[in-house]
């Protein structure tokens, strides 16, 4: 069993910053593929971002396009989405999760590539 804990949400003007946090528990965390989700009022999840075991990562490039950044800390269990520039359709329920198997760069955009699911963390941008 797997259990993720995001934390980092809030409630930011136009154009700031927040980094969101995903603590994980388990032994072999430095194996997952991690991913960020978000969802958002009356809309499907969407895939955000994700890292591989290694460090490759890959985003969600028309959204998050030079904005965000997707980093992991094996010896903290923890992986963090950094958002800089946030716009006001960046305001969604924001979800972690894990792939306890072997992804490749298109899988890991799919939600189906996932096994586990944080609770979410609200993100809100004002205008």
């Known amino acids: 069993q797997v259990q993720l804990v995001e934390s980092g949400g809030g409630l930011v003007q136009a154009g700031g910053s927040l980094r969101l946090s995903c603590a994980a528990s388990?032994?072999?965390?430095?194996?997952?593929?991690m991913g960020w989700f978000r969802q958002a009022p009356g809309k499907e999840r969407e895939f955000v971002a994700a890292?591989?075991?290694?460090?490759?990562?890959?985003y969600d490039k028309d959204s998050v396009k030079g904005r965000f950044t997707i980093s992991r800390d094996n010896a903290k269990n923890t992986v963090y989405l950094q958002m800089n520039t946030l716009k006001p359709e960046d305001t969604a329920v924001y979800y972690c999760?894990?792939?306890?198997?072997?992804?490749?760069?298109?899988?890991?955009?799919?939600?189906?590539?996932?096994?586990?699911w944080g609770q979410g963390t609200q993100v809100t941008v004002s205008s």
């Open positions: 388990g032994r072999t965390f430095s194996s997952y593929t």
């Open positions: 890292i591989s075991w290694s460090g490759g990562s890959t």
């Open positions: 999760a894990a792939a306890l198997f072997y992804t490749t760069a298109q899988t890991m955009a799919l939600r189906s590539a996932y096994n586990y």
